[in-house]
């Protein structure tokens, strides 16, 4: 009898790691407009929430969702707290402490806003900037290129994007680095979108991804996921998905 267990418990875990069982997994992140967020009677949406639904519908999952700060989003996922994290740019640093998924399933550009009518020259360089109040959001990352020089521009930190884009009216900044997709849903929100200009040229293109732990189980999770995503996506239902809630696809 002790051997038959045996037996049988190796068979259901060779079928597991083969079919990914199913099971709870419990997605984070903060909130991104259109890609993570919670409406008033506490339903998660956006284009992040649709993907992991109906994957994990599919894996025959129980999911659930929470909407933490950026940074502690971030913690939980890495001390697996959290099986996936939603929505986060890749980055070498990153990539320690999360394992991402093969596909982004988001694109964002990355722009520098100032107010309207102000004397500013951005062209691309820089080297231009030093003297203007940069203003950047705590966590985010914004490319390669930005974060290479980011040490000698010495930007401000905004403990979030609506506090980055208040000291930007109030004129505590005179720029600030965000994404358009985030920034354009806070201007609506406040009224405000005729106060602001974006900057050309863009700063960089950013892809968000799904980031999982860095355990067996998320590793099984992750690659079972990525298959789901695949066909996600073949099937035309991510771009129907990316349709509805006006983001852009990579």
Not at 75 to 90: D, R, T
Not at 184 to 201: F, H, R, S, T, Y
Not at 217 to 238: I, K, M, N, P, T
Request: with cysteine.
């Amino acid at each position: 009898m002790t051997l038959l267990k045996t037996v049988l418990s190796l068979i259901a875990l060779l079928f597991c790691t083969q079919m990914a069982c199913a099971g709870q997994v419990l997605a984070v992140g903060a909130e991104f407009a259109s890609v993570f967020e919670r409406t008033a009677s506490g339903e998660f949406i956006g284009l992040g929430a649709d993907i992991i639904r109906a994957i994990a519908r599919q894996n025959g999952d129980e999911v659930r969702f929470e909407i933490y700060p950026w940074a502690r989003a971030q913690w939980m996922v890495e001390n697996e707290q959290a099986q996936i994290l939603i929505g986060p740019y890749k980055s070498a640093e990153r990539e320690a402490k999360f394992v991402f998924a093969r596909r982004a399933f988001y694109r964002d550009l990355m722009v520098l806003y100032a107010r309207k009518g102000a004397a500013l020259n951005w062209d691309g360089n820089y080297a231009n900037l030093p003297g203007n109040r940069l203003g950047v959001i705590n966590g985010w990352v914004y490319g390669p290129q930005f974060e290479s020089v980011r040490a000698v521009l010495k930007p401000v930190l905004a403990n979030s994007l609506t506090n980055g884009v208040n000291m930007l009216l109030t004129k505590r900044l005179d720029l600030l680095a965000s994404n358009m997709r985030n920034t354009e849903a806070i201007l609506k929100a406040m009224g405000n979108n005729n106060d602001l200009q974006v900057l050309e040229p863009f700063m960089d293109i950013q892809d968000g991804y799904l980031a999982y732990c860095k355990n067996a189980a998320c590793e099984q999770l992750r690659v079972r996921y990525d298959e789901l995503f695949e066909q996600l996506r073949d099937s035309g239902s991510l771009q129907l998905m990316a349709r509805r809630v006006n983001v852009r696809l990579p």
